[in-house]
């Protein structure tokens, strides 16, 4: 029987603009989306660290994370 030890997941997120929307108000809404992303990752206790967060001359932002996978115990993966 196999069981498994330690699992995370690698990420790389880019929050994009709406087109529909106007340059700065695009650019203020991906931050909120941003930051509602931390906030559900804290929210569900899922244990992450943030490797990058960049943020582009448009105004997205491409986060690079690892997370954790389902419940699955994170080992050394997050140190």
């Known amino acids: 029987m196999k069981r498994i030890k330690a699992a995370c997941i690698c990420q790389t997120l880019h929050f994009q603009l709406k087109d529909s929307i106007p340059g700065p108000e695009a650019a203020e809404l991906v931050k909120q ?15 992450y660290k943030i490797l990058e967060e960049n943020t582009q001359s448009d105004g997205s932002v491409i986060i690079k994370i690892i997370k954790q996978y389902n419940a699955a115990p994170v080992g050394d993966y997050l140190d």
């Not at 989306?33 to 244990?47: A, F, P």
């Open 33 to 47: 989306e941003v930051d509602h992303y931390k906030r559900t990752l804290e929210r569900n206790r899922t244990r």
